[in-house]
Structures are given as C-alpha cells and as structure tokens.
C-alpha cells in the first residue's frame, strides 16, 4: 500500500482515528491516537513526535525526542474499536539526523532483510511461527513486600472437577490432555474459531486452529508463514487479536510460557526456510531427512548459538520454568526428522521441496519478533558461512534414554540469566552487517538483568514459605 491506499482505506471505512504503533524493546506494542484528518501523504514523512524516554530501552530524558514514521504496507482496520480506526504500524527515527534508531527492534528486523540478500546466499527467509497461548476466566496477581501470590482459574480446569457448578456437567481436561479432543470437552472451539475469523479480518492468514495438550483452554491458532518483517508484524497483529477477542467474551488470554505448574508450557516454534530466486536453498532430496547441506549448515548455527539466541527468543525468566525435561519441551540441542524432544525438527508432512524447512522449537511468544527472528537467522548464516556441522541427528526418544547414552548432548539455557551471560559473551554473529548493534545488545543485557532477573530473584517465593517457614 501506498500513503494514498491509507487515506483511500481510510476514506472507504468513514474512519475517524489514526491510531499509529510501535514496538518496544521487550515486544510490546504502543500507540497514539490522531484525528484521520491529521492523515496525509506529508504524515508519511514528516512523522509524529512522541517521547522516547519514556519507553523501555529506548532514550534518555535529556534526548526524549524521537519520531514515529508510519509504514503504508502495514496498515488495517481495527476490528475491536467502537469508532472506525485504521492502524498501522510505524518505525522510529531521531527528528534531527531523520536515521532509523538504531534500538528501534523493527529496525533491526528491516537490516536482517537487508543483510541476507547482500550475503548472496539467499534473497528470502520465511518464518511460520506457531504461538501457542492460555484462555482463562480468571486471573488474579500481586507482589508487594510483605505479600505476594497469582491465582488462576478455568471452567475447563481439572482442579474443578468437584466444583459445585449447579450442576458440574465434567468433561474437565486432565493435565497433559488437552490435545485435539471434541466438545463439549474442548469448550473453546467457538471461541477459536472467531479468533481465526478475526485474524483473517485484519489480513493475518491462518492454517489450523485447535486446543493444545495443557488443561485450562491451552490453544494454538497456526499462522502462515511469511518473510521476516511481516511475520514479525503479523505476530504483533496475532497477538493483539488474540487478546481482545477473548476479553471481549468475558475471558483472559496470555502468552506467557509456564502460567500452570505440572502442566505443558506455550511456545513458539519457528519454521523457518531460506530462498534465492524463487529457489528453496534447504532442500535436496539426497540429503537426510531431505535436506540440503545448507539446510545442515544453518541447524548447525542455530544449535551452536543456542544460548545466546534464546536471551532474545525465549526473553523471560518464565520461559525457563518451560525448558524443562518431562513436559514435552525442546531442552535438547540436537536436530532430528519427526522427533518432537529434538531441539531442531524437522517436519515430514510433505516431501514437497517448497514445504522443507527447518523448525526451532525452543523459542515462546513472549519474545520480542523483530530481534529474535533476525537472531534465529544471522545465527543460521553464521553456520552456513563456517561450514558449522551439528551433532549427528537423534531419532529416538530423548526422553526415554538412559543417562549414559545421553552423556555429551548438550541442553538450553537453565535460566534467563544463564541465557544473557551467553548473549553477553557470543554476539558477534548478531553484529554482522550492522543488524544488531552493541549499544542495543549491552542495553538489552542491561534491561533484563536490573528488571526481570534480579527482581525475581530478590522476591521471597510463595513455595518457599512452605518449604522453609518452620525451619
């Protein structure tokens, strides 16, 4: 789309607002509303002034100042607003050198693309994200200090098997087994299914909706995939529609990796595949599991890079209460064809050379899309240009192996400062072509540790106090 499509968009839904957003450095999104008639092709590019010290990681208050820039080709119709809104989506620049800044994560997404095509090594990446989420009826959380505590609730929680309901009518989910079954036992079908409808409605292609394997409306709405800026676009999209179609129904919904202990985690595992011309570079149907040395090359970047990557992709000290052994999750770093306790998958639906690709099943939707999606891949080009061999794959049941067959496979981070200890020490793949810069990885090193790892740790923990408050 065009500056001009936007108004004629605008023009077309009798739109009164303008509400533009933008991406922080942990991944959620912000806006500012204008009147549409604030909307013209000067908008495009003079941009909107807006306070950059107040957002995480971004400006310091003596240089607050900065620009929102829309970008046309993201722009739609909000579905959830009472008076006709078109969004869109904007980058940020500094009003007085008018350069993209450089801790703004869209921007690193944009020189990612950049950067693969000037490598010659392939012109494309696609990413086909699968983020899984929760649906609750209920949630209730504080943290002061003398108190803390999080309390959630489901109808389709099996905890409430003996609630009186007036009457309980059963088909609660056990733990672990929510996987594919019908109503009534899958209470939210009608609720998904206008999560996919939505989706659609503001320009996001879908594939499958279903409820996952966790208790309590553990779901999964599969996107298509797309080229990395707009599937980190889409995902924002995917995640706000989510949200407020489920408020909208009197429920809440969260992307957050382990909300329910004994129970499986939501990730976020990534297809991802390269292309030149039209060509898909990881494909040969010689190669092991059909693909090609490329294809090898790039899992052996990403598994070497794992630690550090997973800082950006897997961003929360929450997602480390997901990578653990015994609940599906991928904490082995290896790669292998069908094998789910594989870090690296490799799906065997189709023997299509257009379907291969390679799917990372670490990474949850807590992350940040612009920064991990252009990680994930200068850590497979990194591979492909050092000629990096992964392990040998493994087919076989990780879980179910005994400890001294598993001697030697390395795992994922154990926590998320393990993970930025990595980051902090292996980022120079991230540097290459001016993608990532220093100032942005030592800021967000630096984020993450003050605001997420020291406080949680320095918080007494509710299990503690049943652990040690007779001791």
Same mark, same amino acid.
């Given at each position: 789309?065009?500056? &001009?499509?936007?108004?004629?968009?605008?023009?077309?839904?009798?739109?009164? =607002?303008?509400?533009?957003?933008?991406?922080?450095?942990?991944?959620?999104?912000?806006?500012?509303? =204008?009147?549409?008639?604030?909307?013209? !092709?000067?908008?495009?590019? !003079?941009?909107?002034?807006?306070?950059?010290?107040?957002?995480?990681?971004?400006?310091?208050?003596?240089?607050?100042?900065?620009?929102? $820039?829309?970008?046309?080709?993201?722009?739609?119709?909000?579905?959830?607003?009472?008076?006709?809104?078109?969004?869109?989506?904007?980058?940020?620049?500094?009003?007085?050198? *008018?350069?993209?800044?450089? &801790?703004?994560?869209?921007?690193?997404?944009?020189?990612?693309?950049?950067?693969?095509?000037?490598?010659?090594?392939?012109?494309?990446?696609?990413?086909?994200?699968?983020?899984?989420?929760?649906?609750?009826?209920?949630?209730?959380?504080?943290?002061?200090?003398?108190?803390?505590?999080?309390?959630?609730?489901?109808?389709?929680?099996?905890?409430?098997? #003996?609630?009186?309901?007036?009457?309980?009518?059963?088909?609660?989910? &056990?733990?672990?087994?929510?996987?594919?079954?019908?109503?009534?036992?899958?209470?939210?079908?009608?609720?998904?299914?206008?999560?996919?409808?939505?989706?659609?409605?503001?320009?996001?292609?879908?594939? $499958?909706?279903?409820?996952?394997?966790?208790?309590?409306?553990?779901?999964?709405?599969?996107?298509?995939?797309?080229?990395?800026?707009?599937?980190?676009?889409?995902?924002?999209?995917?995640?706000?529609?989510?949200?407020?179609?489920?408020?909208?129904?009197?429920?809440?919904?969260?992307?957050?990796?382990?909300?329910?202990?004994?129970?499986?985690?939501?990730?976020?595992?990534?297809?991802?595949?390269?292309?030149?011309?039209?060509?898909?570079?990881?494909?040969?149907?010689?190669?092991?599991?059909?693909?090609?040395?490329?294809?090898?090359?790039?899992?052996?970047?990403?598994?070497?890079?794992?630690?550090?990557?997973?800082?950006?992709?897997?961003?929360?000290?929450?997602?480390?209460?997901?990578? $653990?052994?015994?609940?599906?999750?991928?904490?082995?770093?290896?790669?292998?064809?069908?094998?789910?306790?594989?870090?690296? &998958?490799?799906?065997?639906?189709?023997?299509?050379?257009?379907?291969?690709?390679?799917?990372? *099943?670490?990474?949850?939707?807590?992350?940040?899309?612009?920064?991990?999606?252009?990680?994930?891949?200068?850590?497979?080009?990194?591979?492909?240009?050092?000629?990096?061999?992964?392990?040998?794959?493994?087919?076989?049941?990780?879980?179910?192996?005994?400890?001294?067959?598993?001697?030697?496979?390395?795992?994922?981070?154990?926590?998320?400062?393990?993970?930025?200890?990595?980051?902090?020490?292996?980022?120079?793949?991230?540097?290459?072509? #001016?993608?990532?810069?220093?100032?942005?990885?030592?800021?967000?090193?630096?984020?993450?540790?003050?605001?997420?790892?020291?406080?949680?740790?320095?918080?007494?923990?509710?299990?503690?106090?049943?652990?040690?408050?007779?001791?």
């Amino acid at each position: 789309m065009t500056p &001009r499509d936007v108004i004629d968009l605008a023009t077309e839904h009798e739109a009164k =607002i303008l509400d533009v957003r933008f991406v922080d450095m942990p991944g959620t999104w912000h806006h500012l509303s =204008i009147p549409i008639s604030a909307l013209t !092709e000067e908008l495009f590019e !003079e941009g909107i002034g807006f306070d950059g010290s107040s957002i995480r990681g971004f400006q310091a208050i003596n240089e607050s100042d900065m620009l929102l $820039v829309p970008d046309p080709s993201t722009a739609f119709v909000d579905p959830f607003t009472e008076e006709p809104t078109i969004v869109i989506i904007a980058d940020v620049e500094d009003p007085i050198t *008018r350069e993209r800044y450089s &801790r703004d994560p869209r921007n690193v997404a944009k020189k990612a693309e950049a950067y693969l095509k000037s490598t010659g090594i392939a012109d494309t990446i696609y990413f086909g994200p699968e983020a899984e989420f929760f649906i609750f009826n209920d949630v209730r959380y504080d943290t002061n200090s003398h108190s803390g505590y999080y309390f959630l609730d489901s109808d389709e929680g099996i905890w409430n098997s #003996g609630r009186d309901e007036k009457p309980n009518l059963g088909y609660k989910i &056990r733990y672990k087994g929510g996987y594919y079954p019908v109503p009534p036992t899958d209470s939210h079908q009608d609720l998904r299914t206008q999560m996919m409808l939505t989706l659609g409605d503001v320009g996001i292609e879908t594939e $499958v909706h279903h409820h996952e394997v966790g208790t309590a409306g553990q779901s999964e709405i599969g996107m298509k995939f797309g080229p990395l800026l707009a599937c980190a676009d889409a995902l924002m999209k995917f995640k706000y529609v989510i949200k407020n179609v489920a408020v909208q129904n009197g429920y809440t919904a969260t992307f957050m990796p382990k909300p329910l202990f004994q129970d499986n985690g939501s990730g976020m595992h990534c297809h991802q595949s390269i292309w030149k011309a039209g060509v898909n570079m990881m494909y040969d149907e010689r190669g092991y599991a059909g693909l090609s040395e490329t294809a090898i090359y790039y899992i052996g970047g990403i598994l070497k890079h794992a630690a550090s990557i997973l800082a950006l992709a897997a961003p929360t000290t929450n997602s480390y209460r997901r990578l $653990v052994p015994g609940y599906e999750a991928p904490i082995n770093l290896i790669y292998s064809q069908r094998n789910r306790s594989a870090c690296v &998958r490799i799906p065997m639906y189709s023997k299509s050379a257009k379907a291969k690709r390679i799917e990372f *099943r670490a990474p949850d939707p807590t992350c940040n899309p612009y920064l991990a999606f252009p990680a994930m891949m200068l850590a497979g080009l990194d591979g492909i240009e050092n000629k990096i061999l992964p392990p040998e794959p493994i087919d076989r049941d990780l879980y179910e192996m005994e400890p001294e067959e598993r001697h030697g496979i390395k795992m994922t981070p154990g926590s998320l400062a393990e993970a930025l200890d990595a980051l902090e020490a292996d980022h120079e793949y991230l540097l290459k072509g #001016g993608v990532f810069t220093p100032d942005l990885i030592s800021t967000y090193i630096a984020y993450k540790r003050l605001n997420e790892c020291d406080a949680v740790a320095l918080r007494p923990h509710p299990h503690e106090f049943h652990l040690y408050y007779d001791a």
